[in-house]
């Protein structure tokens, strides 16, 4: 199916390129959105040739729609690439890794992330070097190897994954290239409308589908984009050969959330400043972690490489893990869970998981700001916490 290609004719700015790309072409009575396709094969005679669809491992038409969508978003030059999640695209990234390489990541790189370079780098694929990706020295000194071998990835995130620091993304990148490292970020806490990663410095930009862009808690998918076609050619041939792909109806319901996806950050980035200044003042918290607070060590940086703060922040609970335990059962609205970015606000405690950095502390809450009412939010919040002050 041919797509509508409308940033190349109108420059549309990104709220409506969420609504605009990805449609079939406009031809008279053709369907406004993009149709499942159940297919695990294609018709073909003689011998295949690249970009044939030919097999269901390779090609799906209706990856084709948000694979464009998340690339005008992204600012790629070249279709993003969908995998089955958010993990299998970061394996695809981290197979850039030349065997004998070093990776750079933060030590509070998504969790999942950072257990699979753990994984490989026991295995003796690559060195692995974690940093505080806020603290730049740190992170220069890794890049460059201070004698040692020079990186061959930074892999960046930025808010982290749960401590929210901040990146100084511009100058890192410039660091990683002179070493001649390849930059991937995981975007999925900003999205597209938040940060641009490739104008930022980075080669490729990775996202949990799951989160922000899906948006509705029901689906895992994963994609990168980039504008470099030796990278993408190498992240495409490994999607075919490790078979990571995405679900046709997985990939519809995705594009089909991403509609949306401006007014949901909109609205959630402007709760959660909100909530994070209430809950800054509130006797049962001992700290909030947020980069939209003016007092945030990541605030200035943030609000030179984001467009707005998003919408998931941290709070430490007075009374340590037993009274962040016993705050989230008190939650009437907010849903104990993990994941993120969907339209229902979550909350949950980070260490309650076995692999969670010793450095995350023990009564730290990580809350995902949802669409609903802000007030009822914080009505709730309220009410958890007198329960915690109440008679026990
Ligand atoms: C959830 C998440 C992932 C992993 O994505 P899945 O879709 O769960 O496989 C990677 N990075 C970040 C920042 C995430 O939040």
């Not at 992170?139 to 994954?161: D, R, Y």
């Not at 929210?164 to 002179?178: G, H, I, K, T």
């Not at 006797?283 to 980069?291: I, K, M």
Request: with cysteine; aromatic share 4%.
């Amino acid at each position: 199916m041919t797509l509508h290609a409308p940033n190349h004719l109108e420059n549309l700015s990104p709220d409506t390129m969420v609504v605009a790309a990805g449609r079939p072409a406009r031809e008279h009575d053709s369907p406004v959105n993009p149709p499942i396709v159940l297919s695990s094969t294609y018709v073909g005679t003689g011998a295949v040739v690249d970009g044939d669809r030919a097999y269901g491992r390779y090609s799906n038409p209706t990856w084709d729609p948000l694979e464009e969508a998340l690339s005008e978003l992204e600012g790629a030059t070249l279709p993003a690439l969908l995998f089955s999640s958010g993990l299998a695209a970061v394996s695809a990234a981290l197979s850039l890794i030349p065997v004998g390489g070093v990776l750079v990541m933060p030590t509070h790189s998504y969790q999942g992330a950072l257990v699979m370079a753990q994984e490989q780098s026991a295995k003796g694929l690559f060195t692995l070097r974690t940093v505080d990706i806020a603290n730049n020295d740190e992170v220069i000194a890794a890049l460059t190897g201070s004698g040692e071998k020079a990186a061959s990835m930074l892999w960046l995130e930025s808010p982290t994954n749960p401590m929210l620091e901040v990146a100084d993304m511009q100058v890192l990148c410039r660091s990683a290239q002179a070493v001649g490292a390849i930059i991937v970020t995981d975007n999925t806490f900003s999205t597209p409308l938040v940060q641009k990663p490739l104008e930022l410095g980075a080669d490729v930009v990775l996202h949990s589908v799951t989160k922000y862009l899906a948006g509705h808690s029901d689906v895992v998918l994963g994609a990168l984009a980039t504008s470099n076609p030796e990278l993408r050619s190498t992240l495409l041939h490994h999607r075919s050969i490790h078979g990571a792909i995405a679900g046709p109806f997985e990939a519809w319901l995705a594009l089909r959330g991403l509609r949306t996806l401006a007014l949901r950050v909109e609205r959630s980035q402007a709760s959660a400043v909100e909530l994070a200044q209430r809950l800054d003042l509130h006797d049962a918290v001992e700290r909030v972690l947020f980069p939209g607070l003016p007092l945030d060590p990541g605030h200035n940086r943030a609000k030179a490489q984001m467009n707005g703060f998003g919408s998931i922040l941290c709070i430490e609970v007075a009374g340590g893990e037993a009274a962040a335990t016993a705050f989230v059962e008190a939650l009437r609205l907010w849903t104990p869970a993990t994941s993120l970015g969907g339209v229902e606000s979550l909350i949950e405690r980070r260490r309650r998981h076995a692999n969670e950095p010793e450095t995350v502390p023990a009564n730290l809450l990580r809350l995902s700001v949802g669409i609903e009412n802000v007030e009822d939010l914080w009505r709730d919040l309220e009410q958890a916490f007198d329960q915690l002050s109440g008679p026990q």
